[in-house]
């Protein structure tokens, strides 16, 4: 498997990590990026490109080790077996020390392509992957030769592992291409801000390794993702997605911490988002189906889209029969369901309008829907029609 990164992510997340050095006091590398980029503006335009890209790329691989990250969060997730690192001494640091500082100064051109050079015999591995250290294979030991296989067998599947600069939050985060036909290639864009301040290494590394979780289930057979057509105007099919990327949340995290790995959200905050999407299910029930989520060692991709589409699907298989009539479960008001008066995905419910409502407003509501009840709710639209109606808006 190959680890490349997109010139214009190696290009910001040096610029920002070197400008944050300098401005903690800690020049040196500040100082050795500019000894090597400056005089590349003495070099013919067309040839400034190149020249900086190679800079970066020793700089962001080599010298800071921004690399480092993503093989971290590739091992930690079973994407690329544990190896040991073998870290070379950078080009950088190899030079010789009667080298006159002027040699830079008088040949950048030929500066640069020396350190390129030096550079480009570290970055290939013998898997071909990118990375600033050599690789080289731990020997597993017994008790993990299972993970070490299914990591192997993961690293085989996939081409490449492509790592682009995010323009914003919305745009971060991991997808799979070429994944039906098949030599997948695993996309993940992430801020270059991320990696630019040293004391954060650790949020940046639980969101490469969340979001490389989420890429995995989406190579791994038994997930058998796919891209499933969801049905329904755009505001159901916006609340079935966020629900099933929560419910998808809660299973990656879930594996997650049974591993001992960090990531971007934990259990309590998990359970937060959890109660906000699910609060109109009674208190005991929401608590048994989170922890029965949490729990969860496999699930499937339809499995989940099946729980965020449909509320049945979600409570029987968390739910015990006994706990709930089924009577009770259709009383349950989510966010978006539909009023049962408009038919209109509801977001803003009146559970018992009778509690709150003139008798003239149920009996008006009775008289367009005879079958309704009180306890079957309505949307605050519905609502403040029927009051109008009645006279007591």
Not at 142 to 165: G, P, S
């Given at each position: 498997?190959?680890?490349?990164?997109?010139?214009?992510?190696?290009?910001?997340?040096?610029?920002?990590?070197?400008?944050?050095?300098?401005?903690?006091?800690?020049?040196?590398?500040?100082?050795?990026?500019?000894?090597?980029?400056?005089?590349?503006?003495?070099?013919?335009?067309?040839?400034?490109?190149?020249?900086?890209?190679?800079?970066?790329?020793?700089?962001?691989?080599?010298?800071?080790?921004?690399?480092?990250?993503?093989?971290?969060?590739?091992?930690?997730?079973?994407?690329?077996?544990?190896?040991?690192?073998?870290?070379?001494?950078?080009?950088?640091?190899?030079?010789?020390?009667?080298?006159?500082?002027?040699?830079?100064?008088?040949?950048?051109?030929?500066?640069?392509?020396?350190?390129?050079?030096?550079?480009?015999?570290?970055?290939?591995?013998?898997?071909?992957?990118?990375?600033?250290?050599?690789?080289?294979?731990?020997?597993?030991?017994?008790?993990?030769?299972?993970?070490?296989?299914?990591?192997?067998?993961?690293?085989?599947?996939?081409?490449?592992?492509?790592?682009?600069?995010?323009?914003?939050?919305?745009?971060?985060?991991?997808?799979?291409?070429?994944?039906?036909?098949?030599?997948?290639?695993?996309?993940?864009?992430?801020?270059?801000?991320?990696?630019?301040?040293?004391?954060?290494?650790?949020?940046?590394?639980?969101?490469?390794?969340?979001?490389?979780?989420?890429a995995k289930d989406m190579v791994d057979p038994e997930f058998d993702y796919e891209d499933a057509f969801i049905p329904g105007n755009p505001s159901v099919k916006n609340l079935i997605t966020a629900r099933f990327q929560l419910l998808w949340n809660i299973y990656v995290d879930s594996r997650l911490a049974r591993m001992g790995v960090v990531s971007v959200s934990n259990r309590d905050a998990r359970y937060r988002e959890f109660d906000n999407f699910y609060r109109k299910i009674p208190d005991k029930q929401r608590k048994g189906i989170f922890e029965g989520l949490w729990k969860t060692e496999k699930l499937t991709h339809e499995e989940l889209l099946s729980m965020a589409t449909d509320l049945d699907t979600l409570m029987s298989k968390y739910v015990d029969p006994g706990e709930m009539q089924d009577e009770d479960r259709d009383y349950i008001h989510l966010q978006g369901s539909p009023c049962p008066l408009c038919k209109f995905p509801t977001y803003n419910w009146v559970d018992d309008p009778e509690s709150i409502c003139d008798e003239m407003v149920i009996e008006a509501i009775q008289i367009d829907f005879p079958d309704w009840e009180s306890k079957d709710g309505g949307c605050d639209r519905c609502i403040e029609v029927y009051e109008l109606r009645a006279g007591v808006g």
């Open positions: 498997m190959k680890v490349s990164y997109s010139a214009q992510l190696m290009e910001e997340s040096v610029f920002r990590h070197l400008n944050h050095l300098e401005r903690s006091g800690y020049r040196s590398d500040y100082d050795e990026f500019h000894s090597l980029a400056d005089p590349i503006y003495e070099l013919p335009e067309d040839d400034r490109e190149i020249a900086f890209e190679k800079v970066n790329r020793l700089f962001f691989l080599e010298r800071l080790k921004l690399g480092d990250h993503v093989l971290r969060a590739l091992e930690a997730v079973g994407l690329i077996p544990k190896r040991k690192r073998t870290v070379r001494k950078s080009a950088l640091i190899q030079k010789p020390e009667s080298e006159e500082p002027e040699t830079l100064e008088a040949a950048p051109e030929e500066a640069l392509a020396q350190q390129a050079e030096a550079s480009a015999e570290e970055e290939e591995t013998e898997e071909g992957v990118t990375a600033v250290a050599e690789m080289e294979e731990d020997e597993p030991e017994q008790n993990d030769e299972i993970a070490y296989d299914l990591a192997r067998e993961f690293e085989e599947r996939i081409r490449e592992v492509v790592v682009k600069r995010g323009i914003n939050k919305v745009d971060e985060g991991s997808n799979v291409l070429n994944r039906v036909s098949g030599n997948p290639i695993i996309e993940m864009r992430v801020l270059a801000s991320r990696f630019s301040n040293p004391e954060e290494a650790q949020e940046l590394d639980a969101f490469l390794i969340h979001e490389f979780m989420h």
